[in-house]
Nanobody, 123 residues
Framework: QVQLVESGGGLVQAGGSLRLSCVASGRTFVSYNMGWFRQAPGKEREFVAS????????DYTDSVKGRFTISRDNAKNTVYLQMHSLKPEDTAAYYC????????????????WGQGTQVTVSS
C-alpha cells in the first residue's frame, strides 16, 4: 500500500516557475516507478512525465520537454516536478502516481494516486 500526497501547486503568471512535490508513505517507495499526470476541466487525465525507480530513465510528453524536469529522492520518498516557462495551457490539476509497470505513459498501469494539486497559469 502506498499513499501519495502532492503539494506545491498555485497561481503563477505565464513564464513563471513552480515545483511540485509528491511524498509517498511506506518503505517501498523504491519499488515503484513514478509519474506525473495532469487533468484539465473537461479533459482526460494525461501523461506529463515519469521516472524509473533509480532515476535511470525519464520520459516526458512532447509539450513539456525542455520546460519540466522530473526527479526523485528515494531517501525522502519524494518525487518532484520542476516546471519552468509555464504557459496557460499547463493549467490543470496535477497528480502523481506510482506504478510497478514499465509502461510509464499508460494511466491504467498506475495503482496508486495522490489527491492532486492545482496549477493555474494566468496569461
Amino acid at each position: 500500500q502506498v499513499q501519495l500526497v502532492e503539494s506545491g501547486g498555485g497561481l503563477v503568471q505565464a513564464g513563471g516557475s513552480l515545483r511540485l512535490s509528491c511524498v509517498a508513505s511506506g518503505r517501498t517507495f523504491v519499488s515503484y516507478n513514478m509519474g506525473w499526470f495532469r487533468q484539465a476541466p473537461g479533459k482526460e487525465r494525461e501523461f506529463v512525465a515519469s521516472i524509473s525507480r533509480f532515476s535511470s530513465t525519464t520520459d516526458y510528453t512532447d509539450s513539456v520537454k525542455g520546460r519540466f524536469t522530473i526527479s526523485r529522492d528515494n531517501a525522502k520518498n519524494t518525487v518532484y516536478l520542476q516546471m519552468h516557462s509555464l504557459k496557460p495551457e499547463d493549467t490543470a490539476a496535477y497528480y502523481c502516481g506510482a506504478s510497478q509497470s514499465f509502461d510509464f505513459r499508460s494511466r491504467s498501469t498506475y495503482g496508486y494516486w495522490g489527491q492532486g494539486t492545482q496549477v493555474t497559469v494566468s496569461s
